[in-house]
């Protein structure tokens, strides 16, 4: 697209409080269920239909798409025990989510740029080309998936809680839901066409679709580097490392303790060193590293009872 992508979109004004996304069933009733409002909020008559209609597909098939994803990983993390097959079904739904979010999001960002050319060529340049126009959604107050991390949950599934961290496996789940859920808070809450000023379609349409093809799908769907691998090959090290290495609960928790020895020396050494004038943020940083690991241990050791 015209505009450069820098970072996570603006649009995600995370303050805290997790936002819910409407079921079918609410949105029935409250006369907002996303699929009746693409045609009308994008029918501006400056658009031709054709390009209005290609917008309203490519919008609806990453629709689809966030809430298959946002239910996929609801649903998983709110489970409580689980087998092995079950984890793998899972990695099985999310890749070929993974793999039609890649899909969708290329079609809408060539939707999209087609209908904002169009939008463009109908307003004058000054009314929308405006960098610091807001998108017409309510401000979105971020999403958190409900139920335990990720990581336990595979624990649960058979799954090394240290091969799951390897994957990176909760960190692109979250990410990826976050966005999604964005996404339809967007959509649920598009207006008619004229009822929101011309720039806010434009810098919503824009944002959408520039979240996913500039930052989700380079960063979260693929890999950022070798050392931060993406959903995908996370998958795929997570498969390797389950076939290849120990996975009991016992290996997770040498691994853990091992993690927070190396923690607790660390924070030792730089308290014994006074003359090394250490900065605070540092020593703090060392602190809470300790902690994180002494909780990851006792979180581990407390599913011994479980037979995990």
Do not use: K
């Amino acid at each position: 697209m015209d505009r450069s992508y820098t970072g996570r979109m603006r649009a995600i004004r995370v303050t805290g409080r997790p936002v819910s996304v409407a079921s079918r069933a609410e949105a029935d009733e409250s006369g907002s269920l996303w699929e009746t409002r693409l045609y009308v909020g994008i029918r501006v008559a400056s658009v031709p239909q054709d390009v209005r209609l290609q917008l309203a597909r490519a919008l609806g098939s990453v629709g689809v798409e966030a809430e298959f994803f946002v239910a996929l990983a609801n649903t998983f993390l709110q489970g409580r025990r689980g087998s092995h097959d079950q984890g793998e079904v899972f990695l099985l739904q999310l890749e070929a989510a993974g793999l039609r979010l890649q899909r969708a999001a290329a079609a809408l960002e060539v939707a999209t740029q087609s209908y904002l050319n169009a939008l463009d060529a109908g307003f004058p340049r000054s009314m929308i080309a405006d960098d610091q126009a807001e998108p017409w959604w309510p401000q979105f107050a971020g999403y958190a998936i409900p139920g335990e991390p990720l990581e336990v949950r595979m624990r649960r599934c058979g799954y090394a809680y240290r091969h799951v961290v390897a994957a990176r496996l909760h960190a692109n789940v979250e990410a990826i839901a976050e966005q999604l859920a964005l996404t339809l808070h967007a959509l649920i809450t598009l207006p008619p066409a004229g009822v929101v000023p011309a720039q806010a379609l434009y810098s919503g349409l824009y944002e959408l679709s520039a979240a996913l093809q500039g930052d989700i799908i380079p960063h979260y769907i693929h890999n950022v580097s070798a050392q931060t691998p993406g959903l995908l090959s996370g998958i795929a090290l997570l498969r390797a490392l389950d076939t290849s290495e120990d996975t009991s609960l016992e290996s997770d928790i040498a691994w853990a303790q091992a993690q927070l020895a190396v923690a607790r020396a660390t924070y030792n050494q730089l308290r014994a060193n006074p003359s090394a004038a250490v900065p605070a943020a540092t020593m703090q940083w060392a602190a809470s590293a300790g902690a994180e690991w002494q909780a990851i241990a006792d979180m581990l050791m407390s599913l011994r009872g479980l037979g995990l």
